[in-house]
Every structure is written in C-alpha cells, then in structure tokens.
C-alpha cells in the first residue's frame, strides 16, 4: 500500500504543482489555448486557485514524508475532490463536455484518499 500511495499521490502532486504554477505565473493569454474556462473567472480567483492547488500538491507529499500530521495528505486528497467535483460542474455549465482529465483526477484523489487511510 506505501509504494502505491506514493505513486498515485505523487504523480497528482506532480501534476497540481504543475497546474498550479502555470495559473499563478502565466498570463490569462497564456493559459487560454489550454484553459477555455479562465475567461469566466476573475484573475484573482484564478491565482487563488493555483496557490490552492500548489499548496495541495505539498499537502500530499509533506505530511507523509516527514510524519508530521499524515492526516493532512488525506485532508488535501479530499480538498482534491472537491475540486475536481467543481471543475467539471464549471465545464458542463460552460457547455464544455471535456470532462475526462477532470474525472480521471477525482478517481485519482479517490484512490489516494482510500490508500492513505490504510497506511
């Protein structure tokens, strides 16, 4: 269970550090071609959420690392699908139906919400 924690949860970490950074440094022109929903929200809402999503991926990793409050990696987990549950509720009410990352994203931090528990 340890090295499949580690796998799942690090490869989402990797990915919302990811996604996170491009939202709080690129430009809204930027982020367009690979974000049609960012025109729909102001571009502070948007930096917040790529802090959010920064500070969840080092939520995941963190706590488990060091030992200090493993609780927080599944806190951040289910911050994650919570998420993801908003996102795709954003794209089905912008008639956008790419849902698919965003589904395979809550399965994700399904998964590593269940694995951390059984750690």
């Known amino acids: 269970m340890n090295i499949a924690y580690w796998i799942v949860a690090g490869l989402l970490a990797l990915f919302y550090f990811y996604a996170g950074m491009l939202k709080v440094i690129r430009s ?11 025109d729909h929200i102001p571009l502070p809402a948007l930096r917040a959420l790529g802090a959010v999503e920064i500070l969840g991926a080092t939520g995941l990793i963190l706590p488990e690392l060091t030992g200090i409050a493993p609780s927080l990696a599944t806190a951040a987990a289910i911050g994650f699908v ?11 009410m912008g008639e956008d139906r790419r849902i698919a990352l965003n589904a395979g994203l ?8 269940w694995l951390a528990t059984r750690l």
């Open 28 to 38: 809204r022109d930027q982020l367009r071609p690979m974000m049609a929903w960012v």
């Open 82 to 92: 919570l998420l993801q549950t908003g996102a795709i509720a954003v794209h089905l």
């Open 106 to 113: 809550t399965v994700s931090a399904a998964v590593t919400i």
